[in-house]
Each structure stands twice: as C-alpha cells, then as structure tokens.
C-alpha cells in the first residue's frame, strides 16, 4: 500500500438536515463525514486536524477507527483518555495504521459525547479479489448506507437527547412534525445486484431497518464475512455494520426504506425514520410502498462465519483460561452506569501514557476498578448479564479485538461451532448473560463500552490492560512524544 499522509479535518459548521440549522462538528466539513475508502492492504496515514472553533461543542477532539485491531499501533486507537490525550484545538494528531480484511469499518470522535454532534463517517476497505466472489455476483459494491440519530441541540446540552432526535439516513430526515424535508434517495438500476453496506453510527437507539418490497441477503456482520442469509429485516446496533446484497428485480418504482428506532418516535408518519429506493427513470416522488410485518428478521444466531474458524478454548461454558463477568448497573443518585460497581471515569493521564510510564498492575492503573489485567496468549471468555434499568438493551463494543459470540443475548444455546465473530455485541434485557471470548494476541489497552454514547459518558466502560509489558516496547518515541503533548518533559511520576 501507499504511504502517502491523507488530511482529515475537523471544523465546525451550521448544517441543516431536517430542516432545523445547528453548529455541528464535521470531520471533512459533511455528514456524515468524508468517506474514507482504501484497499486491503493500504497503510493509512491520517493527520487529523483540530480547526474546531465553537465553544459549544467542545473544541478538542480524537478519532477512533471503528473495529481496526491496531495489532502493534494501539497508540493509534484513538481512544481520548485511553491511548492519548485529545487532540487540543489548531492542533493535529496523524494517525498511522495498516487495518485487515476486506470490511466495513467506520470512525467517530472518542472524546465525551462528540460524535452526537456531527463527527462520525464511514470507513471502507475493498478487496479487489472478493472471497465471496463465487457466491453471487455483485454489479456495484459503492453504496453505503449510515444510519444516524441527530439532534436539535449540542448533546452535552440534551438533557433527554432523544426528545429532540430525527433519525437520518445518509445525513437527511425528517422530525417528526417537522417540515417535509429531503430525504435521502438510494439509487438503482433495474436487474442489477448491489451490495449495500449498512452502518449504525447511532448516538442512542437500534434500528429495525428494511426496504419495501425487497429481501437482503447478509453477507458481512462488523467486518467478518458471513454465509448468505436471506433476511427481510435487520435489527442494528450502535457501532454495528453488516453488508447486503440487493437484487432491483422489483417493478420499477419507488420503495421506503424504513429505519425503525426502539425508541423515540418509531412511525413513518410524513416520512420519518425513512429514506427512498428509487429505480431510474422512476418519479421524483416519495413512495406508496405499505408496510408489511417482518417474516424473515436477522436472527443473530442464524449468522455464521463465511470461512469457519475455530472458536479458541474448550467448547463448553466457562471453557477459557480467564473468565470476566461483567454486572451492568445503574447508580440512581449519580445518575452514573458501573460495570461491577465501578463506573469508568476518564483520568488525565491516559491509560497508555500511565503503562509507558511503567505503571504495569491494572490495580495501580486510574481510574481505579475500571482495568482488567489480561496475559497474553490466554483465552478470555467475558459474559455479560442483559441490563435492567429502562435504557438497555446495551451494545458492547471491544477494541483491539473481536469477539466469537458462543452465546448471544437472548438465545439460551451455546454454539461453540460456528458463532457469529463481530466487534459489537448486544447484551440484552433479560438476566441471562451473553458470553463472547477473544483470544490475547494484541497488546494494548483496549476499552470494552456500551457503544450507546450517553452511556459510555456516564461511565459504562471498563479498560483491558492486554499484555503491558508488549505495549511499552511498540511506542516508538516519536508516537510516545504526540500522545500527549502536555506532558512532554514530565517524569513518570509527575504525570
Ligand atoms: Cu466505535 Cu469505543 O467505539
């Protein structure tokens, strides 16, 4: 791949996606934000530059590069807090990383609750030798489709955000009530095959996504390529991704494509929660299409990996070399989420910069309560009971990895065959845990969240310290010296 540096930058604009004009934070200046697209293979060298100027919105920043492993860069996560100090604004930061596979990957701000307000895009890695080639053929591989919560005012100011939320599809919606603004129309050639490539880049809700009077076959579940199953709907996580194919074989009209929140308004009434599929030489009108209940929904348990890989330890419950459970709670009078009674909260010096300092124990490690201490080379198994509070169900994203769900939320079977693999698991709302496992081969500190912002604000995170002892030596200096430019010239025990 190249190596050529890419600039990301990151600015403040008053857009309009509903019909109501607000300061947003864009990476690129759009949203969602400039699609950065790249072959397996390529190095990506990305300086992200701060020109945030609207106080409102917070002026500093990070990115994080949703579901690259960063095998050997884990300084380059992008995680504020974690692996570095965030980015101050008229400042730059150049990320440096070379992702696998052939996937549907995204990026958002990692700082606070950011992303609400504007900083969150698709990241595309194509693979010009498609494995999945002799399954079907595809006539177009380009369209991707964001699905997003957007709200009236900055998201540090919503004190229930969703009340002010239009749910957009590739940065158009209408609020409900609202005016009949533009929605966003998905264009296709009769008898032609799409693949679609579906992101939840949600603040908040899961969606129920479906387009009239057509099937999707899934064939990518978080950027882990699947066997093809025909669904009619797909229920959508926040940080979640899946590729479909879509076949324009219908009559040539226009079709609602629906996006249905699990809260909030959740009617099409008037075109919300909705975008268009139009046929060419269709009317430029919104569809008829009705609504017409699920018969085939995405069963998660139904998802199996394209090319099967062995799920590592032993093949019954509790069969890894390290067990974690992970009890959801929600603490009333400090309106805060713990995950075992500890809720995470953000130190000043990030968990990276604390390791490079020589601070190895995750019990010595700040926030305290809030680090695991993983060994390298181990199986880990982590179940994590459904929530309770009114908020769940909680989508579960781990970095630096991904996970084989043997068992997922909702489901009472173990399947220690063929799991689905995938970076975001939902944990459910009843008490029976899900359980995922990952194998330690990726030295970092990696956040495990609720990938529903709010939540991870109001601590629902812990940290892996994963192999410490390796993290220290894949710093390079250069790296170790932009992590936090505030503490330049401190010693260790200053930080
Ligand atoms: Cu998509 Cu920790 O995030």
């Known amino acids: 791949g190249s190596g050529s540096v890419k600039t990301l930058q990151i600015v403040n604009k008053n857009i309009n996606l509903d019909g109501?004009?607000?300061?947003?934070?864009?990476?690129?200046?759009?949203?969602?934000?400039?699609?950065?697209?790249?072959?397996?293979?390529?190095?990506?060298?990305?300086?992200?530059?701060?020109?945030?100027?609207?106080?409102?919105?917070?002026?500093?920043?990070?990115?994080?590069?949703?579901?690259?492993?960063?095998?050997?860069?884990?300084?380059?996560?992008?995680?504020?807090?974690?692996?570095?100090?965030?980015?101050?604004?008229?400042d730059s930061f150049l990320y440096d990383f070379t992702p696998t596979g052939q996937v549907t990957f995204w990026y958002h701000s990692h700082l606070s609750t950011q992303y609400c307000d504007g900083l969150r895009g698709p990241l595309i890695i194509y693979d010009p030798n498609d494995p999945q080639k002799h399954l079907y053929d595809i006539d177009d591989a380009s369209t991707i489709i964001s699905l997003a919560d957007w709200f009236h005012v900055p998201a540090l100011n919503a004190p229930i955000p969703f009340l002010y939320t239009t749910n957009t599809i590739n940065g158009k919606g209408r609020f409900a009530g609202g005016p009949a603004s533009p929605l966003s129309v998905i264009s296709v050639i009769p008898g032609l095959r799409y693949r679609f490539r579906l992101i939840s880049m949600s603040c908040e809700p899961n969606f129920i996504f479906s387009i009239d009077g057509h099937t999707m076959t899934v064939i990518e579940a978080d950027g882990v390529l699947t066997q093809p199953l025909v669904v009619d709907s797909i229920q959508i996580y926040a940080g979640q991704r899946y590729s479909f194919v879509l076949t324009a074989n219908q009559k040539i009209s226009n079709y609602w494509v629906r996006s249905v929140p699990n809260f909030g308004d959740n009617s099409f009434t008037g075109g919300v929660n909705s975008a268009i599929l139009r046929y060419i030489s269709a009317p430029?009108?919104?569809?008829?299409?009705?609504?017409?209940?699920?018969?085939?929904?995405?069963?998660?348990?139904?998802?199996?990996?394209?090319?099967?890989?062995?799920?590592?330890?032993?093949?019954?419950?509790?069969?890894?070399?390290?067990?974690?459970?992970?009890?959801?709670?929600?603490?009333?009078?400090?309106?805060?989420?713990?995950?075992?009674?500890?809720?995470?909260?953000?130190?000043?010096?990030?968990?990276?910069?604390?390791?490079?300092?020589?601070?190895?124990?995750?019990?010595?490690?700040?926030?305290?309560?809030?680090?695991?201490?993983?060994?390298?080379?181990?199986?880990?198994?982590?179940?994590?009971?459904?929530?309770?509070?009114?908020?769940?169900?909680?989508?579960?994203?781990?970095?630096?990895?991904?996970?084989?769900?043997v068992k997922s939320a909702g489901s009472d079977q173990f399947n220690f065959k063929n799991p689905v693999v995938r970076d975001v698991i939902?944990?459910?709302?009843?008490?029976?845990?899900?359980?995922?496992?990952?194998?330690?081969?990726?030295?970092?500190?990696?956040?495990?969240?609720?990938?529903?912002?709010?939540?991870?604000?109001?601590?629902?995170?812990?940290?892996?310290?994963?192999?410490?002892?390796?993290?220290?030596?894949?710093?390079?200096?250069?790296?170790?010296k932009n992590l936090c430019p505030r503490y330049n010239g401190l010693k260790p025990n200053q930080l």
């Open 284 to 405: 430029n009108t919104d569809p008829t299409t009705k609504n017409t209940a699920s018969t085939k929904p995405l069963l998660e348990t139904n998802l199996h990996p394209l090319v099967p890989v062995a799920v590592p330890g032993l093949p019954h419950p509790g069969g890894a070399d390290v067990l974690i459970n992970l009890n959801i709670g929600l603490d009333l009078t400090t309106v805060r989420y713990t995950l075992n009674g500890v809720s995470f909260i953000p130190p000043s010096a990030p968990a990276l910069l604390q390791i490079l300092s020589g601070t190895q124990l995750a019990q010595s490690l700040l926030p305290s309560g809030s680090y695991y201490s993983l060994p390298p080379n181990k199986v880990i198994e982590v179940s994590i009971p459904g929530g309770t509070d009114p908020a769940a169900p909680h989508p579960f994203h781990l970095h630096g990895h991904n996970f084989f769900v």
């Open 20 to 90: 109501f004009s607000r300061s947003a934070v864009l990476a690129g200046g759009t949203f969602p934000g400039t699609p950065i697209l790249a072959n397996k293979g390529d190095r990506m060298s990305i300086n992200v530059v701060d020109s945030l100027t609207d106080p409102t919105v917070l002026r500093s920043t990070s990115i994080h590069w949703h579901g690259v492993f960063q095998d050997g860069t884990s300084w380059a996560d992008g995680t504020a807090f974690v692996t570095q100090c965030p980015i101050a604004a008229n």
């Open 426 to 480: 939902n944990t459910g709302r009843d008490a029976y845990p899900s359980h995922s496992r990952f194998v330690t081969d990726n030295a970092g500190p990696w956040f495990l969240h609720c990938h529903i912002d709010f939540h991870l604000d109001i601590g629902l995170a812990v940290v892996f310290a994963e192999d410490v002892k390796t993290v220290s030596k894949e710093v390079t200096p250069s790296a170790w």
